[in-house]
């Protein structure tokens, strides 16, 4: 599948900017990992998709190694102003909705699609970590960040913005296609 095709499926899916992830330059950073482990998000040890359960970063640069295409895709709100809370969660609540669309869409024509999202997984109300199995390990997602990347240099290296000015909020994804 080309590039165009796959900006075509993420445009009709709802995405703001779908491009090619520039997988040449993607480096995992201890120092991101590190950030997890602070736990402000709360899921730190507490899900399948997040570290310590998504695996070292060894064991994600491992996941990563082979793959030699992607894409990079983002979500963009409008925000009545920096403290629009309501805003941000619409917005990030929009973009699961569109990645778990392109992850199931994606899945059919690349079986061994790697989708690294923005946040941990919600496949699950609640998750299984650690007193079960995950449920769904074959549509599990982790994020971006629990694989240690810095998402504003895969941004910059993938030749899109990070950051679209005062009164709007982006997520971005990434998927890995084989």
């Known amino acids: 599948m080309e590039l165009e095709e796959l900006k075509n499926i993420g445009n009709s899916i709802g995405f703001f900017k779908v491009e ?9 950073l201890p120092e991101v990992r590190q950030m997890c482990s602070t736990d402000k998000c709360h ?61 199931d869409r994606l899945k059919k024509e690349f079986p061994k699609l790697l989708s690294l999202g923005a946040g941990c997984c919600t496949r699950c109300a609640k998750c299984s970590y650690p007193d079960a199995p995950c449920r769904f390990p074959e549509k599990r997602f982790s994020s971006m ?7 504003t240099q895969v941004c910059q290296d993938s030749g899109i913005k990070y950051y679209y000015g005062p009164g709007t909020i982006t997520y ?5 296609l084989e």
């Open 43 to 103: 899921m730190y040890g507490r899900n399948w998709s997040c570290p310590p359960a998504c695996g070292t970063l060894e064991e994600c640069e491992a996941d990563i190694s082979g793959y030699k295409k992607g894409i990079i895709v983002q979500t963009k709100g409008e925000l009545e102003d920096e403290f629009d809370g309501e805003g941000m969660m619409e917005t990030e609540a929009l973009h699961k909705e569109h990645f778990i669309k392109m992850h």
């Open 20 to 28: 090619e992830l520039n997988i040449d330059k993607i480096k995992l």
């Open 145 to 151: 960040e629990a694989y240690g990347m810095l998402v």
């Open 172 to 176: 971005t994804s990434c998927f890995f």
